[in-house]
C-alpha cells in the first residue's frame, strides 16, 4: 500500500535493527486519513470472506481495526490486556508474550462478542514473532469462531512471525512488509506481481 509507506519512510525512525517506531500516525498520535484508507484495504482484501466481526488487541490495532470494521459493517472487539473490575466472568483468555514490553500478559475478551457464529478477521498493527496474533487467534478458537484470516498494517519479514503463522495455514495479509531495518534505514519487501509465462515449445 503505497500510501502507508511513503507514510513509513517520511516519518518511521529506527529505533534499532529490530523496532520500528510510528508513534506520529499509529502507535501514539493517529493519522485518521491513512487509518481510513488502511481499513479500506483491509474491506478489499476480504470483501469475499464473509467477515462478521473483527477481532483485535488493545491499544494500537483499535484504530485500524474501527475502519476496517466500518467499511466491512461489521462490530469490532478488542482483547483486553488489564484486568478489569467490569470483565470478570465467561472470558476466552490467552498468554501473550510482548515483542516491545518484553512480558507476558493475559489477553481477554468476553463471551459476549464472539461466538461460534462469527467468522473473524484478525487486525494488529505490527507483525513481529506472531504471539500477539496467535493468542488472539487461540481466542478466537476458544470461541469456536472460524478465522477468515490475520490483517496486518506493518510486517516485519525479517522476523518470525509471517512464516510461523502462513505455515499454519492463516491467510496473512500485510499492507506493508519490511525487509530490514538494518543500518537505520528501512526497506522494504517489493510486492510479489504475477508474470505471465509464455511458453514456447
Ligand atoms: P508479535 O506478537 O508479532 O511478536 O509482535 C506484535 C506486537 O508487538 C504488536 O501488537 C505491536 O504492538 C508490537 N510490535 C512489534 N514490533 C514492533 C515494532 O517494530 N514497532 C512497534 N511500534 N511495535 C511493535
Do not use: C, W
Request: aromatic share 6%; proline share 2%; net charge negative.
Amino acid at each position: 500500500m503505497e500510501l502507508l509507506i511513503e507514510k513509513i519512510k517520511n516519518e518511521g525512525t529506527v529505533l534499532s535493527s529490530s523496532v520500528l517506531k510510528v508513534d506520529s500516525f499509529l502507535n501514539h498520535q493517529i493519522d485518521p486519513h491513512l487509518m481510513l484508507e488502511i481499513g479500506k484495504e483491509f474491506a478489499q482484501r476480504f470483501a469475499d470472506s464473509g467477515i462478521t466481526r473483527i477481532l483485535t488487541i488493545e491499544s494500537s490495532g483499535i484504530a485500524p481495526a474501527v475502519m476496517a470494521g466500518l467499511q466491512l459493517n461489521v462490530p469490532v472487539v478488542f482483547a483486553r490486556k488489564r484486568k478489569s473490575l467490569t470483565l470478570v466472568n465467561n472470558l476466552f483468555t490467552a498468554s501473550v508474550y510482548s515483542f516491545t514490553k518484553e512480558e507476558t500478559s493475559e489477553i481477554s475478551v468476553s463471551n459476549q462478542y464472539l461466538s461460534e457464529n462469527d467468522n473473524v478477521l484478525i487486525i494488529d498493527d505490527f507483525l513481529a514473532n506472531g504471539q500477539a496474533a496467535l493468542g488472539l487467534a487461540e481466542i478466537a478458537t476458544k470461541a469456536k469462531a472460524s478465522i477468515a484470516g490475520i490483517g496486518i498494517v506493518i510486517e516485519k519479514g525479517f522476523q518470525d512471525g509471517g512464516s510461523l503463522l502462513r505455515d499454519k495455514g492463516y491467510r496473512v495479509e500485510s499492507l506493508a512488509t519490511i525487509s530490514s531495518l538494518d543500518d537505520g534505514s528501512v526497506s522494504f519487501k517489493q510486492p510479489t506481481t504475477k508474470t505471465k509465462v509464455e511458453l514456447t515449445r
